[in-house]
């Protein structure tokens, strides 16, 4: 397997929340973005955006609210927006398939190999919850990475935070997404959605960073 393939593998289960647009074309094939809604287990959902090429969906028949089993690489690039560069993430799709109805899988899965490229920021809530938020560089094809904000919380938390620029870690979590308020110029506001990875499990890649650290307060 390609190693950049295996260093990035998500695998989301969801309904199609929106119709798919045309985001843009390259080499004579055409890519299009769509959300779609995963569930959490708290009865809440993540609505998580998906850059699909127009080679998977012929002859899909893919319409708003088919439940869809996706499976590929979660991505960031820039985009050029509000007269600045913002970092946009999206799940962009190796394959996108009809549910059976029957997926016994996590619904939502993200595995990444990288190297942190910004120093750990550690914070506590109001309520005492630990967080570290970090920044993640994971290789990519042709020499390009991908920028994935981080979040981990408790035990992990307190592990991040002693974490260097430079290293190597393993995580394993979930796409989630938040909305949020901006404030514009004229004083009114916009709903946004931010993207970031939570951590259930992660690790040193050296071959001796002993056992996995494991969510937990």
């Known amino acids: 397997m390609d190693n950049n ?10 309904e199609i929340d929106s119709d798919f647009v045309l985001s843009h074309e390259i080499y004579a094939e055409k890519f299009y973005t769509c959300t779609v809604r995963v569930p959490r287990l708290s009865g809440t959902a993540d609505n998580i955006r998906i850059m699909v090429s127009e080679r998977l969906l012929l002859g899909g028949g893919f ?25 946009v993430l999206t799940v962009f799709a190796k394959d996108i398939a009809l549910s059976d109805g029957e997926d016994s899988k996590n619904p939502n899965s993200l595995y990444l190999n990288g190297f942190i490229c910004k ?3 550690y914070r506590t809530t109001p309520f005492g919850r630990e967080i570290t938020d970090l920044l993640l560089a994971v290789n990519r094809s042709y020499n ?3 920028y994935i904000p ?26 989630q997404s ?3 308020q901006k404030r514009l110029d004229d004083d009114t506001t916009i709903e946004k959605t931010a993207y970031e990875v939570s951590v259930n499990r992660m690790e040193l890649a050296a071959a001796d960073a002993g056992a996995p650290y494991e969510t937990g307060v």
């Open 5 to 14: 393939i295996s260093n990035n593998q998500a695998v989301i289960i969801g």
């Open 63 to 87: 319409e708003v609210g088919d439940t869809v089993v996706i499976t590929g690489q979660f991505r960031s690039y820039n985009s050029y927006e509000d007269g600045g560069n913002r970092l």
């Open 119 to 121: 120093p750990p920021v």
């Open 144 to 146: 390009k990475s991908d």
């Open 150 to 175: 981080i979040i981990a919380w408790g035990r992990n938390a307190r592990f991040a935070k002693s974490l260097c620029v430079g290293d190597n870690i393993r995580i394993w979590g979930r796409i």
């Open 178 to 180: 938040r909305t949020y």
